[in-house]
Structures are given as C-alpha cells and as structure tokens.
C-alpha cells in the first residue's frame, strides 16, 4: 500500500506564493501517477495536476502558467508550487497516487491541507 501525507498550506495573501508537499510511503515504487487535487466549500473536488512516474506532467486550465507539479524521486516527494494565488484557488488540497496492485490499480488519498487565499 502507499501513504500520502500533505503539508505546507495555510493563508497567504493575493498574488503571493505557496509550496505543498506530498510525502509517500510505503509501496513507493508501484506508483504510476500522483496528482494534485482540491475542494472548495460547496464544490466538487476537481484535478489540479497529475505528474506521472516518467514525468509527464498534467494541467488544469485555472492553474496553467501559475502552478508547478514536480518530484523528488529520491524524498519520495510531489510538490506543488502555486504562484500568483487568486482567491478562487482557496481549497482544501489533496494529493493522491495511482499505484500497482495485486488486486490491480489502486488509488490513494492523503489528509488534506487547507490553502486560503485572501483578497
């Protein structure tokens, strides 16, 4: 199995900056894809961007130009570095991974780590 734990949210004010950070552990090897998500209050949780285990790398439209998902292979790490933060990026982030298992694809879910962003 893999366990995911995020860190590194908080207030932060318009046009200002945040890295989050994803730490696995576990079957880190079987992992195929990690992916940034997030939930506003009275929304759907929606995709951010995925980065997979080559390194191709996936975005949202509202984040394009302004986020970076990235990896450290060696920390078992997925970063996510928000740049110019709108008020409207404010969420709950979650990060996730699709892994190999016996039982065949599997998907895991970390904690969640509160972003605002105040106008």
């Known amino acids: 199995q893999v366990q995911l734990v995020e860190s590194g949210g908080g207030l932060v004010q318009a046009g200002g900056s945040l890295r989050l950070s994803c730490a696995a552990s576990?079957?880190?090897?079987?992992?195929?894809?990690n992916g940034w998500y997030r939930q506003a209050p009275g929304k759907q949780r929606e995709l951010v961007a995925t980065i997979s285990s080559g390194g191709s790398t996936n975005y949202a439209d509202s984040v394009k130009g302004r986020f970076t998902i990235s990896r450290d292979n060696a920390k078992n790490t997925v970063y996510l570095q928000m740049n110019s933060l709108k008020p409207e990026d404010t969420a709950v982030y979650y990060c996730?991974?699709?892994?190999?298992?016996?039982?065949?694809?599997?998907?895991?879910w970390g904690q969640g780590t509160q972003v605002t962003v105040s106008s």
């Open positions: 996730n991974a699709d892994y190999r298992h016996w039982t065949g694809r599997v998907t895991s």
């Open positions: 576990g079957s880190t090897s079987s992992i195929l894809v």
